[in-house]
């Protein structure tokens, strides 16, 4: 039997056991590491096989969707499932966009994770009826607008630090990034958003859910 092998990347210990735990229980399914950070999942990653990489969204030094380019940049064999607080709407289609085979909330994660690996094992992905509907939508065109649908990704992972309360050069040091170009994509933002300022940035996230 051709075994799984996993890496569960999230800086959560108690997550980390969790999933560890429901996962060793199966047969065919092995963990290759534990990461609590991007560049500890890069380490490992670049060390051996890995066939499935399952990763928290948020992580303390990267978000997903920087360690997802990371991953595709240097061409780290490995399919990628993230795993989020956030509803399907707000990441999953801007996630599978930049390489991801499947996206599960956490509220879900203890009952559909192994079903989630198994999928991406044999057929490359998995898609829950949430995310389906997310991506039909946007193909028939059904979806209601939403302003931060129009950020670039780079955009897009500023305009979330902002929402978050971070500060220029907090982000300047989280994306390394020069202040001056933090500042680029901040006035970008306001031009694409109609927004004026953080306040209404942080505003607008909160009911969106997006943080």
């Not at 500023?158 to 390394?176: C, N, P, Y």
Request: proline share 2%; net charge negative; charged share 25%.
């Amino acid at each position: 039997m051709d075994m799984i092998s996993v890496l569960i990347v999230d800086d959560h210990d108690l997550l980390r056991s969790g999933l560890k735990t429901l996962i060793e229980m199966e047969a065919d399914i092995t963990i290759a590491g534990e990461a609590g950070s991007a560049c500890e999942a890069m380490s490992i990653l670049r060390s051996g096989r890995v066939d499935i990489t399952i990763m928290d969204l948020e992580l303390p030094d990267k978000n997903g969707l920087e360690l997802l380019k990371d991953i595709k940049n240097e061409t780290i064999e490995t399919a990628v499932l993230v795993l989020s607080m956030h509803p399907e709407n707000r990441w999953a289609k801007r996630l599978i966009q930049n390489g991801a085979c499947g996206y599960l909330t956490k509220v879900n994660a203890a009952e559909k994770i192994v079903a989630a690996i198994r999928a991406i094992e044999h057929e490359g992905h998995y898609i829950t009826p949430e995310v389906s509907a997310v991506l039909f939508e946007e193909v028939a065109g059904t979806q209601k607008p939403v302003v931060h649908a129009r950020l670039s990704d780079r955009e897009y992972e500023v305009f979330i630090l902002i929402s978050k309360g971070k500060t220029i050069r907090d982000i300047s040091e989280q994306l390394s990034l020069s202040v001056n170009t933090v500042n680029t994509y901040r006035r970008r933002i306001y031009e694409k958003t109609g927004f004026k300022n953080s306040e209404q940035i942080i505003k607008y996230a909160v009911e969106q859910k997006l943080v």
